[in-house]
């Protein structure tokens, strides 16, 4: 018994040693860590790029990466994708992080355990042959049917509130603070809600190094209920499979940590309270364009999580996603692409920004039907796809059928419609497209009348959104009305 008790006490105390350094042990620690770090960026590498990778995942994951993992690691240290490349210290921290477990960051303990690993990396070593095996993922086996979210009504009076959810900065491989942003969303674009979503492979994972715990801090500094919600997330970039936003965790990862659509969306549908939106669907270069997000194969486990795809970024408006950017489906937008497949997606966009620039890049904006302005009004919205695109500012529109907001999810039925436009600066809605399943069904020429009101036909696994062009040129994108189970 004696002996049972002093081995428990010993196991307890070793593992309070590594939980508890001191800073002085904690400062050495760091010291030894970013000198090898440096020493990795630092290095003239004898072999080529792809030998290094293969090389690193022997040394620290005991396997060696899949073609596809090769190929992604490789595309991110060449910078293609991002602004910036990752360093190759970066690569390695991440390796680290895949080591530590389901924990997504690195310990002190972790890393008190591993720093020898780190600091005696073979720079110079070519990769072994026919010792490593190659690392494997648990085998994506879900069905491709058509599975339904439940009936949803969004049957209450709301505000419309206008932001987005997509820009960068320094934290990743932007320009400027991430208070600069916040700030210029707030005080000098006039936006209602905004968040800064910086790329994860370029943020760290070091225990004195949180990125993303800073880019929350400072949201939540921004945060004013009644005034302007100051929400936050991170951009999953893959060179080849697209770019992904993931708002509302406190948690992140990144292409390398989780590199396939199935291990994201695993990993989303786990997180409670968070989205994700297809980032700017098409820009991927067409030597792979054939696997971005997997041509958009719908995911059970987030099927709920899941709820927009940008039909504008940067200054690609709304106009050129619906009729010039195409999609895998031919004759079809990535709006239509995506719910023709099985998701419930809603339409959002994002500036994008990189350049300083936070809500005035140009006027380009998410429109959100919300109860309040605050961050979980908002948040609720998105879930709820209660969302627009607009080219204008401050133009809004609404669309309702049998009194239910866009986004809503209705049983079949023959049903009254309405869709209602408004723009504080009287800039008036000439034409008006009304569309289901990707065809143009009802088209309407306005003039001082701004308000339609018509009847539909909804049957199983159609689906209905709106298309409004302004008599400036500026296009309105409705999320669609879904017609489930």
Do not use: C
Not at 384 to 408: L, P
């Amino acid at each position: 018994m004696k002996t049972l008790l002093f081995s428990a006490l010993i196991v307890l105390l070793s593992q309070f040693s590594f939980a508890d350094l001191s800073i002085q042990e904690q400062d050495h620690l760091k010291r030894r860590t970013m000198l090898a770090m440096e020493k990795i960026d630092n290095a003239i590498l004898i072999n080529n790029t792809q030998d290094f990778i293969i090389s690193m995942y022997q040394q620290i994951l005991k396997v060696s990466p899949n073609e596809e993992e090769l190929l992604t690691i490789s595309m991110l240290l060449d910078g293609y994708g991002l602004h910036n490349p990752i360093d190759r210290s970066h690569f390695v921290e991440q390796l680290l992080v895949i080591k530590a477990g389901d924990s997504d960051h690195i310990s002190w303990k972790f890393l008190s355990e591993n720093i020898q690993l780190l600091e005696n990396l073979n720079l110079k070593s070519l990769p072994v042959s026919g010792v490593f095996e190659v690392r494997e993922f648990e085998e994506d086996v879900e069905v491709q049917r058509h599975r339904y979210l439940k009936p949803l009504r969004n049957n209450e009076e709301y505000n419309v509130y206008f932001g987005y959810l997509h820009a960068h900065s320094e934290l990743s491989d932007g320009r400027g603070d991430a208070r600069d942003a916040y700030s210029m969303a707030k005080e000098i674009a006039g936006l209602d809600y905004f968040a800064l979503t910086d790329h994860s492979e370029l943020l760290h994972f070091w225990p004195w190094e949180k990125k993303y715990k800073k880019l929350i801090e400072v949201s939540n500094e921004f945060n004013e209920n009644g005034r302007f919600a100051a929400l936050y997330g991170f951009e999953w970039s893959h060179p080849i499979l697209g770019h992904f936003n993931v708002v509302n965790t406190k948690k992140y990862t990144s292409a390398i940590l989780r590199p396939t659509m199935w291990f994201l969306m695993r990993w989303l549908g786990k997180k409670k309270g968070a989205f994700g939106r297809f980032n700017h669907p098409g820009r991927i270069n067409m030597k792979y364009w054939p696997k971005e997000f997997n041509k958009l194969k719908v995911y059970k486990k987030a099927l709920k999580n899941v709820v927009g795809i940008e039909m504008f970024n940067k200054r690609d408006g709304v106009k050129q996603y619906l009729y010039e950017r195409g999609s895998f489906k031919k004759n079809h937008n990535f709006l239509d692409n995506a719910n023709l497949k099985g998701w419930y997606v809603g339409t959002v966009g994002g500036q994008d920004n990189h350049d300083a620039d936070w809500g005035l890049r140009n006027d380009f904006r998410v429109g959100v039907w919300a109860k309040e302005l605050t961050r979980q009004g908002i948040v609720d919205a998105y879930f709820a796809r209660r969302t627009f695109a607009t080219e204008d500012k401050n133009a809004w529109m609404s669309f309702r059928v049998d009194g239910a907001e866009m986004g809503s999810r209705l049983t079949p039925g023959n049903y009254q419609f309405t869709i209602h436009f408004g723009d504080p600066d009287g800039e008036a809605v000439k034409s008006v497209k009304l569309v289901k399943r990707g065809r143009v069904i009802k088209e309407y020429d306005l003039s001082e009348n701004q308000t339609i009101t018509d009847r539909l036909e909804g049957e199983k696994k159609d689906y209905f959104y709106v298309v409004a062009e302004q008599s400036d040129g500026d296009f309105l994108l409705s999320s669609p009305v879904w017609i489930v189970k």
